[in-house]
T-cell receptor, first 111, second 112 residues
Framework: DQQVKQNSPSLSVQEGRISILNCDYTNSMFDYFLWYKKYPAEGPTFLISISSIKDKNEDGRFTVFLNKSAKHLSLHIVPSQPGDSAVYFC??????????FGKGTRLSVIA | DAGITQSPRHKVTETGTPVTLRCHQTENHRYMYWYRQDPGHGLRLIHYSYGVKDTDKGEVSDGYSVSRSKTEDFLLTLESATSSQTSVYFCAINYGGLEGYTFGSGTRLTVV
């Protein structure tokens, strides 16, 4: 059973608009949630994270929102740029346990 | 960039042959991980290590073994490669807390 779920395999957004990537989780004990970005032929790179005691974290164009009651988090990218086109992975962990990843969402930003 | 390298970057091997992938770090981190990435499955944990000679299994460990005889190297071995092990393999090190993991560039393995 998947503990971290990304139910949208792909998303297309016009340049300049907002991209919203969603992630659901089942384990209410997770301490931290992270987003990774992956370009083809490269390893995933850390993008932004949020602690379970917060409900929002912002870093430039990227904002992550956490709704613990719904076990849901989202990544907002505003404004979207063509260079944001990549696969985005949601991940979570508890204590020292390894990161658990979702299946990823492929974002395409169209110029 | 973080000092983590994977070798080889690409490999084609035949079914039934043993294969070893290497992950090398220069930063003395305690925790190291092996993940595989497959379409429709995202990143799945194979094995991880929390110190020299200390390893544990992940979600998809069947058919894989690992060894860590020194801090900087974490080896992943496919004892007898199968076509289902065709994948992209990523090694990662853990900076801890909200910094997440740093991943290597990956090894693309094809088993024919």
């Amino acid at each position: 059973d998947q503990q971290v779920k990304q139910n949208s395999p792909s998303l297309s957004v016009q340049e300049g608009r907002i991209s919203i990537l969603n992630c659901d989780y089942t384990n209410s004990m997770f301490d931290y949630f992270l987003w990774y970005k992956k370009y083809p032929a490269e390893g995933p790179t850390f993008l932004i994270s949020i602690s379970s005691i917060k409900d929002k974290n912002e870093d430039g164009r990227f904002t992550v929102f956490l709704n613990k009651s719904a076990k849901h988090l989202s990544l907002h990218i505003v404004p979207s740029q063509p260079g944001d086109s990549a696969v985005y992975f949601c991940a979570a962990f508890l204590g020292n346990t390894p990161l658990v990843f979702g299946k990823g969402t492929r974002l395409s930003v169209i110029a | 960039d973080a000092g983590i390298t994977q070798s080889p970057r690409h490999k084609v091997t035949e079914t039934g042959t043993p294969v070893t992938l290497r992950c090398h770090q220069t930063e003395n981190h305690r925790y190291m991980y092996w993940y595989r990435q497959d379409p429709g499955h995202g990143l799945r944990l194979i094995h991880y290590s929390y110190g020299v000679k200390d390893t544990d299994k992940g979600e998809v460990s069947d058919g894989y073994s690992v060894s860590r005889s020194k801090t900087e190297d974490f080896l992943l071995t496919l004892e007898s490669a199968t076509s289902s092990q065709t994948s992209v393999y990523f090694c990662a090190i853990n900076y801890g807390g909200l910094e997440g993991y740093t991943f290597g560039s990956g090894t693309r393995l094809t088993v024919v």
